[in-house]
């Protein structure tokens, strides 16, 4: 199971909250299920209120969630169903370590980049978030145009 805290794509800043998350008590599968639509519709209503929240992320996450969910059935391993439960517990935390959530459009790529791990794992890569933005670390500044410095060259 820790075996996820390496896959390519999990950021750092989630790693130790991930740790805690797989050592959780497993939930019913029914239970998860509605977990992320609660959660869908809070992200929702976020971003009615305050137009913040990015409920098209949002839905793209639940959206793989639920049909990983789907795809459970009896012969599902304990070790497999911690990992689902994982993903799904780090979703609908809003305040995971990486941001909240539900204060800017970023807020839930950390959330989507645990989950496109999770697929990877099980080898859903189709389930997988597309066209997420460059970790922040990794984004290179946009180039300064016009003010002082242009003036100086």
Do not use: C
């Amino acid at each position: 199971m820790s075996q996820i805290l390496q896959m390519p794509g999990v950021p750092e800043s989630s790693k130790q909250l991930l740790l805690r998350l797989l050592q959780e008590d497993l939930i019913p599968v029914e239970a998860l299920k509605a977990v992320v639509e609660s959660y869908r519709r809070v992200i929702h209503d976020a971003a009615r209120r305050h137009g913040r929240a990015n409920a098209h992320l949002g839905d793209a996450i639940a959206n793989s969630l639920q049909a990983l969910l789907a795809r459970v059935n009896e012969a599902t391993g304990a070790d497999n169903l911690q990992v689902i439960q994982a993903a799904v517990r780090y979703f609908v935390i809003q305040n995971d370590g990486s941001g909240h959530d539900l204060e800017s459009p970023d807020g839930l790529v950390d959330d989507a980049r645990v989950v496109n791990a999770i697929m990877h794992y099980f080898g859903r890569d189709d389930l997988k978030i597309k066209d997420l933005p460059e970790p922040a670390a990794s984004r290179r500044p946009a180039p300064i145009r016009g003010g002082a410095a242009a003036t100086r060259r």
